[in-house]
Every structure is written in structure tokens, then in C-alpha cells.
């Protein structure tokens, strides 16, 4: 039976309207989801907990042109705060699950700052999970970072049940972050569901942050900037691509999976210098590297075990050749195309 109709938010930070629970073709009633972080990768999980017909509200701290987006396919967006009760209290209104993937916190700015970091990293989650301690219905996936959170594993690839030693203040808020919603998940009786994903790239992603490499260097070595590489190139890394995360998000919440704590990644490992080589093919241009002194907070080598993952369901990561393709040809479309246009505007 459907729930009643829901009553249009008066808040003043939100955009669009209420709406009634759409049915799926089997006649059960999708889940109504609140993504707490509406950047690359909760726009992305939003975007295709959207195209399964799921009622979606994004809370996030600013207006963009992906809050933009994502209220023009349906999304209900809410901008504020998540420290904020009151505004966590509109956006989580009738929702049955939520996905945490606020962002904000850089590895480099987590280091720099770690005190900062932390309180930036945790208060919003526990500002949700206030609000989630009186509503044992309503669960939770944290989306957590499993490149930072393992450490330097003793072997590879690295399962959930080996050892979370962090090496970095990124990947020690990352756990403390997991720990708070154990916590609240045993005290409340609600599901949780931990996802530790790999290094994360694709379409879209922003190429002019200290996070996210691939964006980075498609960015400069396109437009023929010399790239900064931290180390002799050699640390390794499982890249894992945006669609891939946001189809096994979406899967877990529309199916109510209880996967507890997974690994989502490729379980594949490439080192920075090839990570380059790729890009530079793809760009079809040579990539101009400066070496820096490696970085005391960066991990030498992480791969992700993803068997657990491919036991709750039928999950095949994309070839990241296959993935850089897509990536490169959104880059070529977006930002070199708006480049071009805006030069011939100038020159006309």
C-alpha cells in the first residue's frame, strides 16, 4: 500500500516540491533516499538512484550547476548544513535510507590541518546521526574510503577482515567516521552499511583540487602543463570508476542489501607512472612530469579485494582503459569544448 502523499517542504533551502512514492513494476514502493554531499560522487549515486524511479533529496552546502542538475532530473535539494538540526531534520523528512558522501576533506588538507579536518569530517555525520538515533527504520550507508583507512597492508589485495591502520589523518577521520556509525547503528538497532571505496574517478570529476588524479592529470596534460608527482611514481593504486560506484550503491539501497562492510574498487593495482602513460595516450599527448619528495600521509601500494562485494551481487568493475576513454571524451566535450568556443567568441 502507498504511504500518504508528502507534504511539500516550506523550507526556505529547498528547491522543488513533495511528491508521492512512484511503484516499481512489481507494485512495491521504492525507497525514498537522502544523499547527504551532492558533489561527484553523491551527484552520481543521486543520478542513478533517480533513473531506478527512487524518490531522491541531495542535502548540500551549496548551490552548483550538480544541485542544478540534479533537481532538473527530480531530486528534491536541500542546501544547507548538515551540523545544522533544522535543516537536517527538513532533508531527512520521510526518507528510508540515507548515503553519506559528503566531501570537502582532502588527503593534503587533512594533513595540513588535521584537527580541522577531523571536526569537518565528523560533524556532519554526526549531525545525521542525531537525527537518525529516533528513527531505528531509517538506514545508513557511509561511504568510506578504502584506499586511506587500511594503511599500508601487510599483503595484497587487502580484505575487510585484515587490520585498519591508517597511516594519514584522511584515512584515520575516514575510520573514526565508520567507528561513530557502528556506534549509533548499535545503539539505534538501524542497518548500516560501510563502503570503502578505491580511488574514485570519472566524467565530471573536479580537475583543479588536491584530490583525484586522473582528472588532474587528463586536465593538465591536455592543456600541456607539467604534472606533480609525489615519489618516484611507483605507488600503487586501484582506481575504480563513478558509474561503477553508483550502480553498487544503488543496487545495495533498492535491494536492501545487508552487506555490512564492503570493499568497491577494481581489484586491480597501477602505479602512478601508469596511471600517467594511460592519460597521456588517451590526451594523445606527452605528459611533462616534476618529481616531488614522496609525502609521509600517502600509502605505497593499496589494491582492494572486492570477493565479498561479488558475493552479494554480480558485480564487474570496468576496465579502466574503457573507463579513461569515457572520462577523456567528457573532458574533450566540457572543458576543452567551452575553452574552444570561448576563444572563438574572443577572436570573432
Known sequence: MCRPERVPSRSPHCQGQGYTPRM??????????????????????????????????????????????????????????????????????????????????????????????????????????????????????????????????????????????PISPYGASHLAAEIYAQMYGRRSGASLHIVRCANVYGPYQAHDRDQGAVAVFLDRISRQLPIRIFGDGSALRDYVFVADVADVVARIVVGGLDVGTVNLGSGRGLTVLEIVRAISDAAG????????????????????????????????????????????????????????????????
Do not use: C
Open 24 to 165: 516499481a513494476g512489481s507494485g512495491k514502493v521504492t525507497p525514498r533516499v537522502l544523499i547527504v554531499g551532492w558533489g561527484f560522487l553523491g551527484a552520481a549515486i543521486g543520478g542513478r538512484l533517480l533513473a531506478d524511479g527512487v524518490d531522491v533529496t541531495g542535502l548540500t552546502r551549496s548551490r552548483t550547476w550538480r544541485s542544478e542538475a540534479g533537481r532538473a532530473e527530480g531530486a528534491r535539494i536541500v542546501v544547507g548544513d548538515a551540523r545544522d538540526s533544522v535543516i537536517v531534520e527538513d532533508a531527512i523528512y520521510d526518507v528510508d535510507h540515507v548515503v553519506f558522501s559528503a566531501g570537502g576533506v582532502t588527503p593534503p588538507s587533512a594533513a595540513a590541518d588535521p584537527p580541522g579536518a577531523t571536526m569537518g569530517m565528523l560533524l556532519p555525520l554526526l549531525g545525521v546521526l542525531e537525527s537518525l538515533r529516533d528513527r531505528p527504520n531509517v538506514s545508513l550507508t557511509y561511504i568510506s574510503s578504502g584506499g586511506a583507512v587500511y594503511g599500508d597492508p601487510v599483503h595484497l589485495p587487502v580484505s575487510e577482515s585484515d587490520a585498519t591502520q
Open 285 to 348: 599527448k606527452p605528459a611533462h612530469i616534476d618529481f616531488a619528495p614522496g609525502r609521509d600521509f600517502d600509502v605505497r601500494g593499496v589494491i582492494l579485494d572486492i570477493s565479498r562485494l561479488q558475493s552479494f551481487i554480480a558485480y564487474r568493475p570496468t576496465d579502466f582503459v574503457r573507463g579513461l576513454a569515457l572520462t577523456a571524451a567528457s573532458y574533450s566535450q566540457t572543458v576543452l569544448g567551452r575553452a574552444t568556443a570561448q576563444t572563438e567568441i574572443l577572436t570573432s
